[in-house]
C-alpha cells in the first residue's frame, strides 16, 4: 500500500500566490522527500527533510516535518505559472525502497 | 550524458508480445530501480537492483515480468505475454547509494517508457 499519500489531489490557484501541499505517511520514516513531476517527464527531486528535522528551505519552497502527526507540508510562495506539475512525497522507512504517494496536480494560472 | 536514459520513449505492442525496456543510469550509480505509473496515479515500486544481483523485487508481478542489470549494458524490464493491464509508464530511477543505512538516499529518474497494450 502507499505510505505517503497527498491532499489535496488537486489545486488550483493565481499566479503569484501560496500553494501548500500535505503529505500523510503510515510507518516511522528515515528521511522524507518531495518530487516533482511536469506533465509526460520523470520526476525531479527538490527537496529532502530528515526525521529530525522540523523545517526545511530552498528557494521558494519551504518543507515542514511533523513526526508525531506523521506528516508533512509543501510550501511553494509566490507562484509561478511554470510550477504547474504534479508533487510527490516520498518516503524511506528501514530498507524499504522509496515509497510515493498519488500525487498532488498544482495548476498555477496566470 | 550524465542522465538516466531510457528507451524507448514510447512502445506499442499486441496482447501477447514481449516488451522490453532499457534504462543506462547515471554515470557513477551503480543501483537502479524500476517503477510503473498509471495515469493520474502515483508511482509503484517494481525492483530494485544493484550490477549483477536482484535486491529487492517485492512490487514486480511474479509471472511475466524479470529484470536484469547485468555487468556490462543497461537495466532492462522485460514484460513477456503483455496484457491491455501493463499499459503503463514505467520509469527508472538511479543512486549511487543503495536503500538502507544511509538514510538520504535521492533517486535520479529518466523520462520514463510509456507502454500501450493494443
Known amino acids: 500500500s502507499q505510505q505517503g499519500e497527498e491532499d489535496p489531489q488537486a489545486l488550483s490557484i493565481q499566479e503569484g500566490e501560496n500553494a501548500t501541499m500535505n503529505c500523510s505517511y503510515k510507518?516511522?520514516?528515515?528521511?522524507l522527500q518531495w518530487y516533482r513531476q511536469n506533465s509526460g517527464r520523470g520526476l525531479v527531486h527538490l527537496i529532502l527533510?530528515?526525521?529530525?528535522?522540523r523545517e526545511k528551505h530552498s528557494g521558494r519552497l519551504r518543507v515542514t516535518l511533523d513526526t508525531s502527526k506523521k506528516s508533512s507540508s509543501l510550501l511553494i510562495t509566490a507562484s509561478r505559472a511554470a510550477d504547474t506539475a504534479s508533487y510527490f512525497c516520498?518516503?524511506?522507512?528501514?530498507?524499504?525502497?522509496?515509497?510515493f504517494g498519488k500525487g498532488t496536480r498544482l495548476s498555477v494560472i496566470a | 550524458n550524465a542522465d538516466v536514459m531510457q528507451n524507448p520513449r514510447h512502445l506499442v505492442r499486441r496482447r501477447g508480445q514481449e516488451a522490453r525496456l532499457r534504462c543506462s543510469p547515471m554515470?557513477?550509480?551503480?543501483?537502479v530501480y524500476w517503477y510503473r505509473q498509471l495515469p493520474e496515479e502515483g508511482l509503484k515500486f517494481m525492483v530494485y537492483?544493484?550490477?549483477?544481483?536482484?535486491?529487492?523485487e517485492s512490487g514486480m508481478p511474479k509471472e511475466r515480468f524479470s529484470a536484469e542489470f547485468p555487468k556490462e549494458g543497461p537495466s532492462i524490464l522485460r514484460i513477456q505475454q503483455v496484457v491491455r493491464g501493463d499499459s503503463a509508464a514505467y520509469f527508472c530511477?538511479?543512486?549511487?547509494?543503495?536503500?538502507?543505512?544511509?538514510?538520504?538516499?535521492?533517486?535520479?529518474f529518466g523520462a520514463g517508457s510509456r507502454l500501450t497494450v493494443l
Open positions: 510507518t516511522s520514516i528515515n528521511n
Open positions: 516520498a518516503s524511506y522507512s528501514g530498507n524499504t525502497p522509496l515509497v
Open positions: 537492483l544493484q550490477k549483477e544481483n536482484i535486491i529487492d
Open positions: 527533510i530528515r526525521s529530525n528535522e
Open positions: 554515470k557513477g550509480h551503480s543501483h
Open positions: 530511477a538511479s543512486s549511487p547509494l543503495g536503500t538502507g543505512g544511509s538514510g538520504a538516499n535521492v533517486l535520479t
